[in-house]
């Protein structure tokens, strides 16, 4: 089983749709997670940050679920600029045994 | 102006051939990492240096060797490129190691392309 697992769809919705994605980890000591987007050809970039009593910037929700050990990501009312690959990352240990797992991305369509 | 740079941005050469991409930050992060993400878009961490030092270096060839002169700087180089090298490496600089300050910020990314 891979460290950190996404489903790499890809998800193709219509403008205005809401549109969900999760990220399962298993390393259960797990301490810091993120959503990263990466548009073609492009550099990863902060999306937003996931907090354990989940966190919301605009349109953008995430949520952490330690007992099922899963990242959440929520996007409501999809504009076509939302067309990208969504990264989960995951961080632990610390020093120089700390780790940062990325899953392979979940790639996200919006049409028209 | 640009947080983080690298240079070349693209990058092709023969194989057996050795090769150098350069990263700089202007942030003042303490941090700095160089990723691999390959043709399937798996990004993969190749190493991590914090204040020049050390301080992640998963499981790639002794090929590559990354050199740090200073805290602001994060050079990469490869000896002997094979075909499997190509990819597009990417630089990456963090404030620091703890949780809360683990947000990176990524260079442009350099594409490597090995014949």
């Known amino acids: 089983r891979k460290e950190v697992e996404q489903d790499p769809g890809p998800f193709n919705v219509p403008e205005g749709a809401t549109v969900a994605f999760n990220c399962t980890y298993s390393?259960?000591?797990?301490?810091?997670f993120f959503w990263y987007r990466q548009d073609c050809r492009k550099e990863p970039k902060l999306l937003m940050s996931v907090y354990s009593s989940g966190n919301e910037d605009g349109r953008f929700t995430a949520q952490l679920n330690r007992a099922s050990q899963y990242i959440s990501l929520l996007i409501r009312d999809s504009k076509l600029s939302d067309s990208a690959t969504y990264l989960c990352?995951?961080?632990?240990?610390?020093?120089?045994?700390?780790?940062?797992?990325w899953g392979l991305g979940t790639s996200l369509a919006v049409n028209p | 102006d640009t947080a983080v740079s690298q240079t070349p941005k693209y990058l092709v050469t023969q194989m057996g051939n050795d090769k150098s991409i350069k990263c700089e930050q202007n942030l003042g992060h303490d941090t700095m990492y160089w990723y691999k993400q390959d043709s399937k878009k798996f990004l993969k961490i190749m190493f991590s240096y914090n204040n020049k030092e050390l301080i992640i270096n998963e499981t790639v060839p002794n090929r590559f060797s990354p050199k740090s002169p200073d805290k602001a700087h994060l050079n990469l180089h490869i000896n002997s490129l094979e075909l499997g090298d190509s990819a597009v490496y990417f630089c990456?600089?963090?404030?620091?190691?703890?949780?809360?300050?683990?947000?990176?910020?990524f260079g442009p990314g350099t594409r490597l392309t090995v014949l």
């Open positions: 990456a600089s963090s404030q620091g190691r703890t949780s809360s300050t683990d947000t990176q910020y």
């Open positions: 990352v995951v961080t632990h240990g610390g020093g120089n045994n700390r780790k940062l797992i």
């Open positions: 390393n259960s000591a797990s301490q810091s």
